[in-house]
């Protein structure tokens, strides 16, 4: 069993939709959750990062944490095609040797 | 204020040879991490250096090395280079390099081995 999934999509939305993207996790020590947005051919960018359960807002992006059901998520409102790229979740703990874990990435596309 | 940079942007080698792929840290970070991105997967961890010591190591091979420097830039080094070592090699750098320190990464060497 892998220590992140995610669903890889492809997803394809129109513009202004609301999208809901999502990893579940094993690890229950994982303790700092992260989605990073990767454009094609280029470097991950950090968007969120959260360390409790809960919900945290940024602008049109609401990174969603619960720990009992060891799933996070992130919603992106009023999407938009800038926002067609593909979408990282990334976990952490202290007891993993500082490395990151990251989901296999979710590709959106949003068609104007 | 420049981001995390790397070199080269694409390379391409033939199996059985080496590479090495290079790194500069954002000012002030201590903390170097290296990833491996296959095509269509997410980054898997193969190093993280701190203050020149190697802190932790993933599941890789003895083939792949790396080393920090005194002014915190990384070199990771392939030997024996294999088919299934193409992929985009990412650099993270993180102001301590902790469980909770957020990593900001580069925008990674395309490697191809012909």
């Known amino acids: 069993q892998k220590e992140v999934e995610q669903d890889p999509g492809p997803l394809s939305v129109p513009e202004g939709a609301i999208v809901s993207l999502n990893c579940t996790y094993s690890?229950?020590?994982?303790?700092?959750f992260m989605w990073y947005r990767q454009y094609s051919r280029k470097g991950p960018e950090l968007l969120m990062y959260?360390?409790?359960?809960g919900n945290k807002e940024d602008g049109r992006f609401t990174a969603q944490v619960d720990k009992s059901s060891k799933y996070i998520s992130l919603f992106i409102r009023d999407s938009q095609p800038s926002d067609s790229a593909t979408y990282l979740c990334a976990m952490s703990a202290w007891n993993t040797g500082n490395q990151f874990y990251f989901g296999t990435g979710t590709s959106l596309t949003v068609i104007p | 204020d420049a981001g995390v940079t790397q070199s080269p942007t694409h390379l391409i080698k033939t199996r059985g040879q080496h590479v090495t792929l290079r790194c500069s840290p954002i000012?002030?970070?201590?903390?170097v991490s290296w990833y491996q991105q296959v095509l269509g997967q997410g980054p898997q961890f193969i190093f993280q250096?701190?203050?020149?010591?190697?802190?932790g190591r993933g599941n890789f091979p003895d083939r792949f090395s790396a080393r920090q420097f005194p002014n915190y830039s990384s070199e990771l080094n392939v030997n024996a280079l294999l088919l299934g070592d193409s992929a985009l090699y990412l650099c993270?750098?993180?102001?301590?390099?902790?469980?909770?320190?957020?990593?900001?990464f580069g925008p990674g060497t395309r490697l191809t081995v012909l």
């Open positions: 993270a750098s993180s102001l301590l390099g902790g469980s909770t320190d957020t990593q900001y």
């Open positions: 000012s002030g970070h201590k903390s």
């Open positions: 959260t360390y409790s359960s």
């Open positions: 250096y701190y203050e020149k010591e190697e802190r």
């Open positions: 690890n229950s020590a994982f303790q700092y």
